[in-house]
């Protein structure tokens, strides 16, 4: 079966609402005769004149009156549909977006993104989910709008990566811990006893292959699944907690945090989403307040 050329409907609008071939012609910008080809196809396809002779003028017949409303309607909504999508009254917005974090961002940016957003949109909800890998299928399933995160191996090539800060790892123990006096060396560090952090339970990581090149490794006691589990087990006793400065400055109020003895390598944390919702205006404002979230709160790197 044939399609039918939806080109028509537009034509069958315009002229319906001037009356008159010549100025339908005019407002599309075609030429009479072409306007008139297009009357005439419509003539054929509805199986009605459509627009008859009355003097000097073009009258509608009942079909044409019947048609007008509806197609009015259609064309409008043609246009609703191929016009780029707009910015949304945020004062009217209700959504809710799923953010996957990885451990520590909720806990430092959390409080400051929701307080913009129920600012700008309060009918927006937010639902923060903990990170468990760096797996991209819940981006690409759209069970999660949005992720923060490392870019590693396992993200996904098609998902749009925008950086959102830098962070660099720093030591952190109890106030009143040895470490907590002075300037410390290599050796100081490396005496003490450690927290190793792994979501899969992995002893040693790339603190410990920094510490290398200078004979060192560290006395690790305890692995624990992420920052917060560590912070809290060195607030209470005399381990070293070894933590990105970003992620982690909320949790470790009241405790002394200090440079690493040696170069630690540094990591960059990202904003990833999937291309389906690049172009949608609710997720891109969205995106837009994790930044500016993120850029406020971020500090340089202390020396």
């Known amino acids: 079966m044939a399609l039918p050329d939806l080109n028509l409907l537009l034509t069958l609008n315009v002229l319906l609402a001037e009356g008159s071939v010549a100025r339908a012609a005019q407002r ?3 030429s009479p005769s072409a306007m008139s080809r297009s009357l005439a196809r419509l003539r054929e396809v509805t199986g009605d004149p459509l627009l008859v002779r009355a003097g000097r003028g073009l009258v509608p017949t009942p079909r044409a009156l019947e048609l007008r409303e509806q197609v009015s309607q259609l064309v409008q909504g043609a246009e ?3 016009r780029p999508a707009q910015t949304p009254d945020l004062s009217q917005l209700v959504r809710t977006f799923t953010l996957r974090s990885s451990d520590g961002f909720v806990e430092n940016f959390g409080a400051a993104l929701l307080a913009r957003i129920g600012q700008q949109a309060p009918g927006v ?3 923060f989910l ?3 890998d760096k797996d991209s299928t819940p981006l690409r399933d ?3 709008d949005l992720d923060t995160g490392v870019v590693g191996a396992a993200t996904s090539p098609e998902l749009h990566v925008q950086t959102l800060f830098h962070d660099r790892f720093i030591g952190v123990v109890r106030q009143g811990h040895p470490l907590s006096h002075g300037d410390i060396t290599l050796a100081q560090f490396a005496a ?3 927290i190793a952090i792994s979501r899969r339970g992995v002893v040693t990581g790339p603190l410990d292959s920094a510490l290398q090149p200078f004979g060192l490794t560290r006395d690790i006691v ?3 699944g992420g920052f917060a589990t560590a912070l809290t087990l060195a607030r209470g006793s005399d381990l070293i907690a070894c933590v990105p400065e970003q992620h982690s400055g909320n949790l470790r109020a009241g405790m002394h945090s200090f440079a690493l003895p040696f170069p630690a390598p540094q990591i960059t944390v990202s904003l990833l989403w999937h291309p389906r919702l690049h172009a949608d205006p609710g997720h891109r404002w969205l995106r837009g307040c994790v930044r500016e979230v993120c850029t406020a709160l971020c500090r340089p790197p202390a020396v």
């Open 28 to 30: 599309l910008q075609l």
């Open 80 to 82: 609703t549909v191929l």
């Open 125 to 127: 909800r937010l639902h």
């Open 130 to 132: 903990p990170k468990q």
């Open 142 to 144: 759209g069970s999660v």
């Open 192 to 194: 003490g006893q450690h």
């Open 222 to 224: 305890t692995i624990v």
